[in-house]
């Protein structure tokens, strides 16, 4: 069973074996090969996201304002330019991370890595996952559709709540969604 788990990498596997073959005839080790993989798959969403107008219009907005305020400092000496945000500073303003700040993002960026590395491979047994149905229960057959090209007998049932609320507000109507798979596994 598992909880608001969207697969992910699913249309890289080939792109992941034809980095590595490439990088191990370049005799680079199992790191650089990851590395090499990574910058590629990077290249290739990107690539994919300049596609779509939604994802670029905003980015090109923010670019340019970020521009025009640079641009209008250099003019004028009482003007400051905007700065774009530093990603770190959300660990900052996030309260749920204390003094070991640096160790945490740290260990989010491996777990990042490895999130993007990760290829899953099919599954032949029975898979039930829960999609919580606020938030990604709006695309529940996209969710559906991509469960069944990994599991084919894959179910997909929706959890009440949002991607936190259904793992701390909603956990008792969680478990007893738990409980109910489980109880009809023993059957």
Known sequence: ????????????????SAVELCASLFGFDREKQLSAFLDFRAFLVRLRKTVRWKLVAPYLRRKWRHLRSRAAAMLDANVKP?????????????????????????????????????????????LTSFCPSEGQGKHLEAFRRVWRQLAPDAEIALAPGNHLSCITDRVEDLASLFRERLSSCEK
């Open 1 to 16: 069973m598992l909880v608001d788990t969207w697969p992910s990498n699913i249309g890289f596997g080939w792109t992941k």
């Open 82 to 126: 905007l700065s774009e945000p530093d990603p770190k500073l959300w660990f900052a303003r996030n309260r749920t991370f204390g003094a070991d700040m640096d160790r945490r993002i740290k260990n989010s960026d491996r777990y990042r890595r490895t999130l993007k590395t990760y290829i899953p491979t099919r599954y032949s047994g029975t």
